[in-house]
């Protein structure tokens, strides 16, 4: 039986569709996926670059262009537009496979010939090419194709980049953005490791290659899940404003402002909307950032569905932190060699085995990020008399000194190899924007505060002219997964008077947060103003079952309860797209992945770039922040895995370090459960993690 798909473009078109042709759109292709293909007339396009594109009458005035394999029963719904707009668009795209991730790829080919001319002119006028530093073997191994690399070898700049990216395959633009933004080809090969696929690739083959693409894909069974499709479009992109958010969204600050909040209250969604807001104002661009690239792909997404208008979306920039940095290193002094963790860590030994002390290399490069970079500390006599709250171990004078010796040999060696740290880059991105009175943007609006540095809030900071609704920022500290520590005040942005919290949770029902909130009683968490937080009075208004805890002699046998949760779930008639499994590392997430596609069970693992599509999303806990599910496990909750022993610094080496870390690990407990909307499963073999008694003893 042949089976309808959409591609999730096609999705957020379909929204913007009059309410005629919607009902038109709706008939037209319920009837085609009652499987009646042979009497809707695909009919072939003379003038398509690729020969499997068929258009279909949708009326008069508008066609339909759909993907008909060659082989295979899978038709891809790519577009509705208007006759002539429709024949165009076919005309001028091809749709490829991926070489090395299998997946389906689409290309404005004609737009690339076009602009072809003009980039290799202005490249044979400036030495610098945006990817020199990539030879062509690389590029290949990550999935670049000729057509892509020979338009990739005249680009000359950023914005030439990002310019490309209408006319670009997305999984190829997203990997030429990895290596301008400083990443090594190694670096950029484990962000897509997770995509490959172990069998050979027929890049002929567009049927398999759609089934590949549940990213980009969305696959219809029969026409009643179609209507639910067309009924909601923008299921995964709709977004909703209580009117408590948008008294925050629409407010006029006098300088910088914050929202906090616990998990499930829409601070992202105040984010997006406060983006669009500032941008509409019309005084100027508008940054919107965070701490990983992966959360700002999801801010993109946001920002697309909720941004029609062209101009107003072209004055929005979102932007990984770090990725900012880059840029604006990269415009004064070209393209830096960054040093990865590995020659990082060589580098640090060296500087070590010339000015020795008695601590180690991992204890140096804590205290130069937590405590010199932190502060901007120049002198050894600024360090003697700094401030080193939380870092628990006391030094005296003369380990200072011997300290601060070795940290400058390290930073030595850095600018002797003409290398750079990320930290490095930032503090000099900074100390660029610092000395222009041009700043690039009118406002920045940042998501997931808790997560960034103190040298990335000076990077913001300098990104911004001190102003009215100049830095708008979105977070809660009890949701922190990484070891920075801040304080707004010290880097220059002081949100006095200007903070207001969000206390109604949304997703998660009252009797999982209330179990959740457990994890978390009594913990002093700072809330990044020289003050402690809490999210006492966040409520639902939502109710379920409580939390389901279960704990086995055997991992076997926790794995078995997991396969069966999973089971009953779906017999109650949840899909395996409502359901996330979460685990401490990406070993026991892997196996548990491969272990319910052993039983029968429909599971994918996560990754940077992509988030399975009708199947059971698997994945560490780092992962699935940002994410939530009808039905959540987590899995392994044992005491050797929460917490993570790799990731506590030893009471021995440092308390105040070690308790930090505790706190961490139990943070990212807590926001793995709270990703659950209905339904919570815990579940570990052995010894429970301490955290569980903690909550059962409160």
Known sequence: MSTLAIHRDFLRDFGKLEGCVQDRVEAVFTKFSNATFAGLHLEKLAQARNKQLRSIRIDAFWRGIVLAPDKGDTYLLLKVLPHDEAYEWAARRDITVNGV???????????????????????????????????????????????????????????????????????????????????????????????????????????????????????????????????????????????????????????????????????????????????ARGAGRVLLTTFTSTLADSLQDGVTS??????????????????????????????????????EDKLWQRAHSMHPTEFTETFLAEEWRHVILAQRLTTVDEYRTANRDGRGRRLGRLQKSRIWEAIMAFEKLLVDGNVWT??????????????????????????????????????????????????????????????NRVSLRDTGIDISGRSRRLSINYRTTAEILAWSLGLLRGQAIDDMNG????????????????????????????????????????????????????????????????????????????????????????????????????????????????????????????????????QRERCLLFVACTRAREQLLLTWHGQPSRFLTTVRDS
């Not at 107003?312 to 880059?326: K, T």
């Not at 415009?331 to 960054?338: D, N």
């Not at 900074?430 to 009118?442: E, V």
């Not at 029968?600 to 770039?609: D, E, F, P, V, Y």
């Open 306 to 343: 909720l941004v029609e208008d062209p101009e107003l979306a072209e004055s929005i920039v979102v932007r990984h932190v770090d990725r900012f940095a880059h840029t604006v290193f990269r415009e004064k002094h070209g393209q830096p060699r960054v040093l990865d963790a590995r020659a």
């Open 531 to 662: 003050g402690l937080d809490s999210i006492a009075g966040c409520r639902s208004d939502i109710h379920g079952q409580p939390p389901e805890l279960a704990g086995f002699t055997t991992k076997e046998a926790e794995t078995q309860h997991i396969i069966e949760t999973v089971r009953r779930w779906l017999a109650n008639g949840v899909v395996p797209e409502e359901i996330g499994i979460a685990a401490r590392t990406n070993q026991i997430a892997g196996k548990l992945a491969r272990q319910l596609s052993a039983a029968g069970l429909s599971a994918c693992l996560l990754t940077r770039t992509n988030r399975p599509n009708g199947e059971i999303s698997v994945g560490t806990m780092h992962r699935m922040k940002g994410l939530e599910f009808r039905c959540m496990v987590v899995a392994g909750v044992d005491d050797n895995h929460i917490p993570l022993a790799a990731a506590v610094t030893p009471a021995a080496d440092d308390t105040h370090a070690h308790d930090g870390d505790l």
């Open 422 to 483: 990320w930290e490095t880059l930032r503090r000099e991105a900074t100390r660029i924007l610092d000395t222009t009175d041009d700043k690039p943007f009118r406002h920045v609006v940042v998501d997931e505060a808790q997560d960034l540095s103190p040298d990335q809030w000076r990077l913001l900071r300098a990104a911004v002219a001190p102003g009215p609704d100049d830095i708008f920022i979105a977070g809660d500290t009890h949701q922190r997964v990484y070891a």
């Open 101 to 279: 991730n299998g997946g389906l790829e689409i290309r404005d080919d004609v737009t690339l010939a076009e602009s072809l001319p003009e980039l290799t002119a202005a490249a044979e006028r400036t030495p610098a090419r945006l990817f020199a530093h990539v030879n062509d073997n690389d590029l290949r191994r990550l999935g670049i194709d000729d057509t892509t690399l020979t338009a990739a070898r005249t680009m000359t700049s950023q914005q030439q980049l990002d310019a490309a990216r209408a006319h670009l395959p997305s999984t190829q633009w997203d990997v030429l953005l990895g290596l301008a933004a400083g990443l090594t080809p190694e670096q950029v090969w484990s962000e897509i490791g997770a995509d490959l696929v172990t069998e050979p690739v027929d890049v002929t083959d567009l049927d398999a290659a759609l089934r590949r693409s549940p990213g980009r894909v969305l696959l219809v069974d029969g026409p009643d899940d179609l209507m639910k499709v067309f009924a909601n479009p923008f299921a995964l992109w709709r977004i909703y404003l209580h009117p408590t958010q948008n008294e925050i969204v629409d407010a006029n600050y006098r300088g910088p402002a914050r929202v906090t909040g616990g998990p499930g209250t829409g601070k992202t969604v105040v984010a997006l909307h406060r983006t669009r807001r500032l941008a």
